[in-house]
């Protein structure tokens, strides 16, 4: 029989259960320095900064605020921008999203309503649905963008933005990476989070193409983006490609 556990404390863990959880969850980061990092920011209400990161790990201040964007990108930290008390700039700080987070956090999607969408986009004919897939898409990327704080766009090089894209597409369960090939930059997605929906209603894809370009554009400019491969069209998994602006 299950342990009981009291009412004011349901489904509370104790800190060697909590920090073996976060350590599964963190695994598809693969290093050991992140996963501390963001406890570090969970004993924290009001939050870190990427100076008492570096501080508390030694660590250069460009890689603690490297580290703590990935984990933003991934959903796992939100980010502030405080105004400092005196003449000092503004500083940024990264808290956990909530006081208790979920410890498996599954990307749920409702497979009536999926297929409900693609026979609704059906339905306005592929030219039509696929321009309004891709808008829904662009519009989800660029709020995804912005939930990662600092969005002016030409601030960081196409290769960060594109890594900060997969990152946030690995959140929202897609398996994504970044990689360039010969010129070209690419986002691989192993994963499509829409299931069966998109071999059946192949305009689901324009979705994610927008997503990746709403992102894309937030975070480092206007950039071209074109889907290379995917499901639907009998390959193993999908491939967005980017042309590299900075070697144009």
């Given amino acids: ?37 963001f406890l570090f920011a969970h004993e924290s209400d009001d939050g870190v900064t990427a100076s008492e990161v570096a501080q508390r790990f030694e660590l250069h201040a460009n890689v603690a605020r490297h580290h703590l964007d990935k984990l933003a990108a991934g959903g796992y930290l939100e980010v502030a921008t405080v105004r400092a008390s005196g003449a000092g700039r503004p500083s940024k700080r990264y808290r956990v999203l909530h006081e208790h987070m979920p410890l498996e956090m599954p990307v749920r999607h ?44 030409g601030q960081r090089s196409v290769r960060t933005a594109l890594h900060a894209v997969a990152d946030a597409l690995s959140a929202h369960g897609f398996a994504s990476r970044a990689e360039q090939q010969g010129d070209q930059l690419r986002i691989v997605s192993e994963h499509c989070p829409f299931g069966e929906a998109v071999i059946e209603h192949p305009v689901i894809c ?10 894309l554009g937030s975070l480092y400019g206007e950039t071209p983006v074109d889907l290379k491969s995917s499901l639907p069209k009998g390959d193993a998994r999908c491939v967005t490609s980017i042309s590299d602006p900075e070697r144009a």
């Fill in 1 to 37: 029989m299950a342990p009981a556990t009291t009412s004011d404390t349901p489904n509370r863990l104790n800190p060697t259960d909590f920090a073996s959880a976060v350590s599964a969850i963190t695994s598809a980061f693969g290093d050991p320095t992140r996963r501390e990092i």
């Fill in 110 to 153: 409702d497979d009536i309503l999926i297929s409900l969408l693609g026979r609704a986009l059906a339905e306005l004919g592929e030219e039509r649905a696929t321009a309004l897939a891709e808008e829904v898409g662009i519009e989800y990327g660029r709020a995804m963008a912005a939930a990662m704080g600092d969005t002016t766009a």
């Fill in 206 to 215: 324009a979705v994610d193409r927008g997503m990746v370009s709403g992102m």
